[in-house]
């Protein structure tokens, strides 16, 4: 079994079963699965994300999933608020969870939510399709392996770029002009070397953060290309650092430049 936190992940493997066995007869030692409620309720006692059960067949590995983090993330809250405005307010306890949790963990499923709030599945499904039709969830698959993402766009989210902007579009009128004068270079050619893109990129993101799509909506790029190609390997470089460096998948995550480039 793997016990995976942010920064914890490690394999136990039994090399010796008789001094396992002769350990557990003398108390000093307790049977496999026993310690899971103590788990549990350490987490909860932190208001902590519930752990969670990964299966993997290659190698065959059940993995412990222990995520530090808080059940309704402040940072995750307010921007939620900003992106669905009213209607991300007026929601219950368990819906405002649904949408957290997918934020968080880039996706969210009946048992997910189960896990976390304890409720009945039937509930929590009715919880989830209200979310789809108000467009903060969209559903991916069908009935049992149904997973539910947040809505890309919303209708309410005006497009804008600052240190705590929302995401920008492709046509958005409100790019400023600054930064459209310096990703110029990017939009009005098809290729450019990978320095010079990596070149614009530092200075779009000097002293402010910006995501994948607002750096493609600048440079005239694919959001998912440009991450894979040119902003994956700036993070290892440590050009750029990430909004938030616990979570490197989410949806949300963000870029700003460090070093000469960072000017706080």
């Known amino acids: 079994m793997c016990l995976t936190g942010f920064d914890i992940f490690s394999t136990s493997e039994c090399r010796n079963k008789s001094l396992q066995l002769m350990c557990q007869l003398m108390g000093g030692g ?6 899971m409620d103590k788990i549990r309720a350490g987490w909860c006692a932190q208001h902590w994300r519930s752990p969670r059960l990964e299966e993997s067949l290659q190698p065959d590995r ?15 809250d307010q921007a939620l608020r900003v992106r669905f405005g009213d209607r991300f307010a007026k929601l219950d306890k368990t819906a405002v969870q649904a949408v957290v949790t997918a934020q968080v963990e880039g996706s969210v499923t009946n048992s997910r939510m189960q896990e976390i709030t304890g409720e009945h599945s039937k509930d929590i499904t009715g919880v989830l399709q209200s979310l789809v039709r108000d467009g903060l969830l969209t559903q991916q698959n069908q009935r049992r ?12 989210c005006s497009p ?6 929302p995401h920008l579009t492709a046509n958005s009128p409100h790019l400023p002009p600054e930064l459209l004068s310096l990703a110029e270079p990017a939009r009005l050619k098809g290729k450019l070397p990978a320095a010079e893109m990596q070149a614009l990129v530092l200075r779009l993101c000097d002293g402010r953060w910006l995501t994948s799509k607002d750096l493609a909506a600048l440079l005239n790029r ?20 990430l909004r938030f460096p616990d979570v490197p998948n989410r949806p949300d995550q963000a870029y700003r430049s460090v070093g000469l480039f960072n000017k706080g």
């Open 145 to 156: 392996w149904a997973s539910y993402r947040v809505a890309e766009d919303s209708p309410q």
């Open 160 to 165: 804008q770029v600052s240190g705590d902007s």
């Open 62 to 76: 059940v993995k412990l999933v222990l995520p530090m983090v808080s059940l309704i993330p402040d940072e995750v």
């Open 222 to 241: 694919d959001a998912e290309n440009l991450q894979g190609r040119i902003l994956g390997g700036m993070v290892k470089k440590g050009l750029l650092e």
């Open 30 to 35: 307790d049977k496999a699965g026993s310690g």
